[in-house]
């Protein structure tokens, strides 16, 4: 990088981030635009004629303006001419601000710059022509030549100072740059969100805004200054071209919850074959294995097909919106903003306007604005659905407190008052069947009382913690196994940064425990039962190991099998409710493994 190129680069950021008005260091540096044109459509000349005077006739004409070509007709070659002005500018140069769509620069018939590339004509790139002094007063004559709708210079022609013409170029592309910036940054947050919630809307709109972000940097002047090389702001162009309509498509597909809706699917999908197809038709260009012929082609056929698809994002806005769809309404106001713009843009395109400079980036501003406000407006729902949420969670947390205590003081009264009364009664009775009765009510009247602590405890906020879980695991296995002097050992390990867990879970963890301890009472012949619970982040794994013979296989005891079968058949099928497993092994005794996980995944 040469020292001149160094001194633009920092001269064009110090510019764009300073907050005082733009100044010149004397007034002489000035640029002035040049005025007295003289205009001469010629013929059409292939090739830079060596005496440009020889190969046309003398009938030139006054001629105010250089934007100011309506006498065009269907000519292809174009001539203007004027006087170099006098005075006393530091390294004088001519500036044009863009040419359609080749030009060729004569000093008094000799030919100073050429500029005829048509692919890096669709970069739109500014011309600086070195002069010296010696040129003051001399005839200036540009030659252009352009089969586009416009032709000759996309701006005034200036004369001054090298360094007040960058000065002039920074401060027209001041507000273009400002807004692109804009567009990137804000385009690049969007995505970011969109990576961490999964959004589409906010894919959309990212990828429309970034893409917006290349397609106006292009219209700018300064790009030459940072990365000097015209094919790299084509392709950056091109790149945002493709994908520009892909990203609204994909925003009004989110916004309007319509991936089901046959119309956008198919728009959709044709607009990323089309996109493809472009992609690779530019990387072949890139390796030159394409004309720029054909990439021109696609390109025209890609902005086709963007202006239907405008069309009936338009009809499908201006729909919904007259049903009162307050989202649609927003569209509609930016896309009507925004058409505006692109309107008076293709005016000045087809030489309908004088206007000095393109408006679309206003355009494109506005028409952000409003799926920005968009956004809002759907942040600002989803705000007020989580605090309905929270509303509702409160409502029933009390719900459930209310639950507990008539659980509590209704039918957990009347059972207790059951099995006190059984007990009370097997006093005083001394026929055996009578009592064996009693006896029966008694134990049923404990199991239900189980039962109503178990469920009550799931309701309750305050147990739904590891450890209470897990006490009440060694409360109840110690009760039910040493009545009848089996050996109980319980083991536990909770990880520190494991969250509260879920009533469910507990609950079927619970029932999952309780059976396999019924079913050592009844069919192990256990002596010892050795019981382990681990809880990590993401599972709750319980191991249930007896020294019993395991599962009955003998046809004597074949009921004695089938209730067996049917416990270990209920567990599993629980597990599996739960998103869980359950499996068994027989080494050396019985053991069961069972696998929950913390945050319940039910299957059908």
């Known amino acids: 990088m040469n020292r001149d190129r160094v001194i633009h680069i920092i001269l064009s950021v110090l510019l764009l ?57 269907d000519h292809t070659t174009l001539w203007l001419k004027t006087t170099i002005p006098t005075g006393t500018w530091r390294d004088p140069a001519i500036f044009i601000p863009g040419v359609f769509m080749s030009v060729d620069v004569f000093i008094d018939n000799n030919l100073v710059y ?39 210079p996309m701006g005034p022609v200036s004369f001054g100072s090298q360094y007040s013409h960058l000065i002039a170029m920074v401060d027209r592309d001041l507000t273009r740059i400002g807004l692109a910036f804009f567009f990137l940054v804000l385009g690049s947050c969007a ?80 607009n990323l074959i089309l996109s493809t197809v472009g992609g690779i038709i530019l990387f072949f260009q890139y390796l030159d294995l394409a004309k720029p012929e054909v990439t021109n082609f696609v390109l025209a056929s890609i902005r086709v097909t963007y202006v239907l698809d405008a069309i009936g994002v338009v009809a499908f806005a201006t729909l919904l919106a007259t049903r009162g769809n307050f989202e649609a309404r927003l569209l509609t106001i930016g896309l009507a903003l925004g058409l505006f713009f692109v309107i008076k843009d293709a005016a000045w395109a087809l030489g309908l306007t004088d206007a000095e400079t393109t408006v ?39 719900e459930r407190s209310l639950l507990v205590t008539d659980l509590h003081d209704g039918i957990g009264a009347i059972t207790a008052n059951i099995s006190f009364l059984a007990r009370l009664a097997q006093k005083n009775r001394h026929n055996s069947s009578e009592t064996e009765a009693l006896e029966t009510i008694s134990s049923l009247s404990e199991q239900g009382l189980d039962e109503i602590r178990s469920y009550m405890n799931t309701l309750d906020e305050d147990y739904n913690e590891w450890v209470s879980v897990v006490a009440d695991l060694r409360r109840y296995g110690a009760q039910t196994l040493e009545p009848h002097n089996l050996d109980f050992h319980f083991s536990s ?77 209920s567990m599993k099928s629980r597990a599996e409710r739960m998103g869980g497993s359950l499996r068994i092994s027989e080494l050396d005794g019985f053991t069961i493994h069972c696998t929950l996980p913390n945050v319940m995944t039910t299957r059908s």
């Open 493 to 569: 390990h909770i990880d520190e940064d494991v969250e509260s867990v879920s009533s469910l879970v507990s609950l079927h963890l619970f029932r999952i425990f309780k059976e396999a301890l019924t079913n050592i009472l009844k069919h192990a012949g256990a002596t010892a039962v050795v019981i382990d619970i681990k809880i990590d982040q993401k599972f709750s794994r319980l191991s249930i190991h007896d020294d019993g013979h395991g599962v009955v296989k003998s046809s004597s005891e074949s009921n004695n099998s089938d209730s067996q079968h049917r416990g270990l058949a």
């Open 114 to 152: 050429k500029f005829d590339d048509p692919q890096d004509a669709r970069a739109t790139p500014w011309h600086l022509i070195p002069l010296v002094p010696e040129h003051y007063g001399k005839q200036l004559e540009l030659r252009f030549e352009s089969t586009y709708t416009k032709i000759g």
């Open 191 to 270: 995505i970011l969100i969109a990576i961490r919630n999964g959004d589409h809307a906010y894919y959309g709109f990212g990828v429309m805004t970034v893409a917006t972000a290349g397609y106006t940097i292009r219209y700018t002047h300064l790009k030459q200054l940072v990365v000097d090389n015209l094919e790299v702001w084509f392709y950056v162009w091109s790149g945002s071209l493709l994908v520009l309509m892909i990203g609204l498509l994909v925003f009004v597909q989110a916004v309007f919850n319509l991936k089901k809706n046959r119309v956008m699917v198919y728009l959709l999908a044709w």
């Open 17 to 73: 981030v300073s907050y005082q008005p733009l100044t010149y260091a004397v007034d002489d540096d000035i640029p002035v635009i040049l005025k007295s044109w003289e205009i001469h459509w010629g013929p059409v000349i292939h090739g830079v004629p060596v005496n440009p005077i020889t190969n046309r006739s003398e009938n030139w004409q006054p001629l105010a303006d250089t934007t100011d070509l309506s006498r065009r007709s």
């Open 360 to 398: 679309g980036h206003w355009g494109a501003f506005t028409f952000i604005m409003s799926l920005v406000s968009i956004l809002v407006y759907r942040y600002g729902l989803t705000l007020e659905q989580l605090r309905q949420y929270s509303l509702q969670l409160e409502q029933n947390a009390r």
